[in-house]
């Protein structure tokens, strides 16, 4: 056993209580470990220059030291995830703001366009475009014929179709 793997057996219950004590998280509970135990590969000519009661010491403060650091990268991230979801809330928001205004700018838009339709014919193009209905259900909901519905639709389109054109002039 190298002098390196003889440090970190020997302090490996004290290294993983103080690495516990500083997170909750166990993936980073192990990554201070394992951080640790680098530092001390790299630190290992001057960690056995000091006394053994020193030793204890020294590598406490690697394993705060690694904590510390650890914690600051996280923290950093959790901060940049943060300002990643409030921009995408704040788009998410701009989008739906976006929407309302286009579907008001819509709905006056089809009132202007529907103020040329008298108001049985308003009945019938909403009940057939917007609620879906058939002109079969129409019919027997207005108390008219089915091919009455046919025709007064037919009438309706070219109405809207004439009033939109004048729009758009």
């Known amino acids: 056993m190298n002098r390196v793997e003889h440090l970190c057996k020997q302090y490996t219950?004290?290294?993983?209580?103080?690495?516990?004590?500083?997170?909750?998280?166990?993936?980073?509970?192990?990554?201070?470990?394992?951080?640790?135990?680098?530092?001390?590969?790299?630190?290992i000519d001057k960690i056995e220059e000091v006394d053994n009661n020193h030793k204890k010491f020294y590598i406490n403060s690697i394993v705060k030291n690694v904590a510390r650091d650890l914690y600051k990268i996280n923290k950093k991230e959790e901060d940049k995830i943060e300002k990643l979801k409030k921009a995408l809330?704040?788009?998410?928001?701009?989008?739906?703001?976006?929407?309302?205004?286009?579907?008001?700018?819509?709905r006056m838009y089809l009132e202007e366009v529907l103020e040329c339709l008298e108001e049985d014919?308003?009945?019938?193009?909403?009940?057939?475009?917007?609620?879906?209905?058939?002109?079969?259900?129409?019919?027997?909901m207005l108390g008219i014929k089915e091919k009455n519905v046919?025709?007064?639709?037919?009438?309706?389109?070219?109405?809207?179709?004439?009033?939109?054109?004048?729009?758009?002039?």
Do not use: P
């Open 13 to 43: 219950n004290y290294i993983a209580k103080i690495a516990t004590n500083s997170f909750d998280d166990e993936r980073l509970v192990e990554d201070v470990i394992q951080i640790t135990y680098l530092k001390i590969a790299e630190n």
């Open 89 to 106: 809330l704040n788009q998410d928001v701009a989008i739906k703001n976006n929407y309302l205004e286009e579907e008001v700018f819509l």
């Open 121 to 140: 014919e308003k009945k019938i193009i909403l009940l057939k475009q917007i609620h879906g209905y058939k002109n079969k259900e129409i019919a027997s």
């Open 150 to 169: 046919s025709k007064k639709l037919n009438k309706i389109k070219i109405k809207l179709k004439k009033e939109i054109m004048k729009n758009e002039t």
